[in-house]
């Protein structure tokens, strides 16, 4: 007697692989790469920005340049959604239609973040701001997080040096003078370079004063 039976092999298919497939279905440029995808808004902005969605198994690249999210096996609803450290960590459990509208909401902040830094870093060049001294990272990252987060700017300045004395391993006194180096670097290199910049004589701006009105010009073109 022949056995006409078949024994089909159930396969698994790989969740990275169903989110990228709905992610271009929706209009996205996704691309598998092994254990991970990318994916950004379409292909012409892929190099700019995009969000890489990790296998939980996968050990991400400290030099890592892109939004980190990585899809877990948690199942505690308490547990489906954690951001901790810069990275986004979303349960398999959430389901695909869920996940995929995070990532669209994550891969849209992302946007404005990109948005926020390129600004900060074309004014500070067109300002003549030195980019090899200290201050001048201390400058960018302080009115980037002027631009995110305005009560942190308003309340206190030295809430703001606080938060980038501990983003680059530094004190408070290190950051506020080494901006403050920045500004009269700038200042008597070309003094007339903050009044072009603004549109009115401004002369030497204090370190709150100049976060304040770069970040506030930023705003202006991200929101």
Known sequence: MINTKTNIATTTINP???????MSELGYYAVSQGNYIK??????????????????????DS????????????????RYIIEK???LY????LGEDCICELLKYHLKRSDKDTQISKYATKFLLELGAPAN?????????????AVKNENLFRKEIMNLYAEVAE???????????????????IYYTNSKRFENFFGYPIGKPRNSE?????????RLLVE
Do not use: H, M, Q, W
Not at 133 to 145: D, N, P, R
């Open 63 to 78: 030099c890592c340049t892109t939004t980190p999210v990585i899809l877990t096996d948690r199942s505690d609803p308490n």
């Open 210 to 218: 100049l976060i304040g009105l770069i970040s506030e010009k930023i």
């Open 167 to 185: 983003r680059c391993n530094t004190n408070v006194r290190c950051v506020e003078r080494s901006i403050r180096t920045v500004i009269e670097t």
């Open 133 to 145: 001294l200290k201050g001048y990272e201390y400058l960018k990252i302080s009115i980037e997080l």
């Open 16 to 22: 990275l692989i169903k989110i990228a497939s709905r």
């Open 90 to 93: 979303l349960s398999k459990y």
């Open 39 to 60: 994916i950004s808004y379409n292909i012409r902005e892929y190099e700019n920005y995009c969000i890489t969605l990790y296998d939980s198994s996968t050990n991400i």
């Open 85 to 87: 450290d810069g990275i």
